[in-house]
């Protein structure tokens, strides 16, 4: 039986940082008020020029560092992204090109907050069922982009950056399951209304911009994070105190909070990074597990519990011996 376990991790934040007490010369909005109701301190913004692709890439290389693998060696590439750097050809394909890597599969997921949690259970599959070896999957968002900067309700939540991971088949997992839902019947709760279909003119508009219903967000977020929990330690006959690291989608500090006292996990047990970089959307799990990887808090051989919820509405959960 084949198995797919993380073989090394990788985040990038653009260089330019903005705090919160810019917002107050912006909108309505104080450096009090942010920190109180989200716990987010600051957020990277990524330069006028640099893309989607290009913070994948460079967390992706450091990814790949880590995996001790060749570049040669990845066979699958998954990004997760809801802000790619073109309508066509995917992400996916823009990475796997300066990556000089050809003919592997390479795609986009769009699965907005949830997208990193989707893009592991599909290299999980494809690992699984012998489709690939070493997989390259990337959480990677631009959404200073999408953002109405006179809205502040929603520009004080978001930020830019990546995550990566390489997956690795291995003969005892590694990843134990993946849980993955969507509700589509809350679309506007959580949306950018325009798109391509639905003509270019919208493009220009206030449409293209995040609208969040923030109230109905929230509740639905903490309900779900706990739902996904239950499922996911019931599917392995796991005990919650079994797990040794809770990290969670980094959106909201009260959400985290909360996702954790369903778990009777102390906060020293969750990674939270929310409040340097906002919420990354599919960014957030990638960068705030290697973040914990890295300064030496996550150990080999560790129970972990990843959980996400986005617009759709999409959740997931991914149960992982790291
Ligand atoms: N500064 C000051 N006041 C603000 C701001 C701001 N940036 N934003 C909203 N307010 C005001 C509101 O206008 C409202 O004023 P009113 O009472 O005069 O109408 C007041 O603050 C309270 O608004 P609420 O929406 O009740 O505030 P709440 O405590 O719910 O916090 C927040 C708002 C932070 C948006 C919260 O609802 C939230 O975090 N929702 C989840 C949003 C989220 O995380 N979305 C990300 C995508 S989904 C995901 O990743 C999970």
Same mark, same amino acid.
């Given at each position: 039986?084949?198995?797919?376990?993380?073989?090394?991790?990788?985040?990038?934040?653009?260089?330019?940082?903005?705090?919160?007490? /810019?917002?107050?010369?912006?909108?309505?909005?104080?450096?009090?008020?942010?920190?109180?109701?989200?716990?987010?301190?600051?957020?990277?913004?990524?330069?006028?020029? /640099? !893309?989607?692709?290009?913070?994948?890439?460079?967390?992706?290389?450091?990814?790949?560092?880590?995996?001790?693998?060749?570049?040669?060696?990845?066979?699958?590439?998954?990004? *997760?992204? !809801?802000?790619?750097?073109?309508?066509?050809?995917?992400?996916?394909?823009?990475?796997?090109?300066?990556?000089?890597?050809?003919?592997?599969?390479?795609?986009?997921?769009?699965?907005?907050?949830?997208?990193?949690?989707?893009?592991?259970?599909?290299?999980?599959?494809?690992?699984?069922?012998?489709?690939?070896?070493?997989?390259?999957?990337?959480?990677?968002?631009?959404?200073?982009?999408?953002?109405?900067?006179?809205?502040?309700?929603?520009?004080?939540?978001?930020?830019?950056?990546?995550?990566?991971?390489?997956? !690795?088949?291995?003969? /005892?997992?590694?990843?134990?399951?993946?849980?993955?839902?969507?509700?589509?019947?809350?679309?506007?709760?959580?949306?950018?209304?325009?798109?391509? +279909?639905?003509?270019?003119?919208?493009?220009?508009?206030?449409?293209?911009?995040?609208?969040?219903?923030?109230?109905?967000? $929230?509740?639905?977020?903490?309900?779900?994070?706990?739902?996904?929990?239950?499922?996911?330690?019931?599917?392995?006959?796991?005990?919650?105190?079994?797990? *040794?690291? =809770?990290?969670?989608?980094?959106?909201?500090?009260?959400?985290?909070?909360?996702?954790?006292?369903?778990?009777?996990?102390?906060?020293?047990?969750?990674?939270?990074?929310?409040? /340097?970089?906002?919420?990354?959307?599919?960014?957030?799990?990638?960068?705030?597990?290697?973040?914990?990887?890295?300064?030496?808090?996550?150990?080999?051989?560790? =129970?972990?519990? $990843?959980?996400? $919820?986005?617009?759709?509405?999409?959740?997931? +959960?991914?149960?992982?011996?790291?």
């Amino acid at each position: 039986m084949t198995f797919s376990r993380i073989a090394g991790t990788g985040g990038y934040l653009p260089e330019r940082v903005m705090h919160n007490k /810019e917002f107050e010369k912006l909108v309505d909005t104080s450096d009090e008020w942010i920190r109180e109701r989200t716990g987010i301190k600051r957020r990277h913004l990524a330069a006028d020029n /640099e !893309t989607t692709s290009d913070m994948g890439l460079a967390a992706a290389r450091k990814a790949i560092d880590a995996a001790d693998v060749a570049v040669s060696d990845i066979d699958l590439i998954i990004v *997760a992204t !809801t802000t790619p750097d073109k309508v066509f050809p995917s992400t996916a394909c823009i990475v796997q090109r300066r990556l000089k890597l050809h003919t592997i599969p390479a795609f986009d997921i769009h699965a907005a907050c949830s997208g990193f949690i989707y893009g592991l259970d599909v290299a999980n599959r494809f690992i699984r069922t012998g489709g690939a070896t070493n997989a390259l999957v990337i959480g990677s968002e631009t959404y200073s982009r999408i953002i109405d900067w006179s809205d502040r309700g929603t520009c004080v939540l978001f930020g830019d950056g990546a995550g990566a991971m390489v997956l !690795t088949a291995a003969g /005892e997992p590694g990843i134990m399951s993946t849980h993955i839902h969507a509700d589509g019947a809350f679309e506007e709760a959580l949306h950018v209304p325009a798109g391509i +279909s639905s003509g270019y003119d919208a493009i220009r508009t206030e449409s293209a911009f995040i609208q969040m219903k923030g109230h109905e967000v $929230f509740k639905k977020a903490v309900s779900t994070m706990g739902s996904i929990a239950k499922e996911t330690l019931s599917a392995n006959n796991v005990d919650k105190h079994d797990i *040794a690291w =809770l990290i969670p989608h980094q959106a909201n500090l009260r959400i985290i909070k909360a996702a954790a006292k369903k778990l009777d996990l102390p906060m020293d047990r969750v990674v939270v990074t929310v409040d /340097e970089h906002a919420n990354t959307s599919s960014a957030s799990i990638p960068l705030a597990l290697d973040v914990a990887i890295r300064d030496g808090r996550i150990k080999r051989g560790e =129970l972990l519990l $990843f959980e996400a $919820f986005g617009a759709g509405f999409t959740w997931g +959960s991914v149960l992982v011996r790291y």
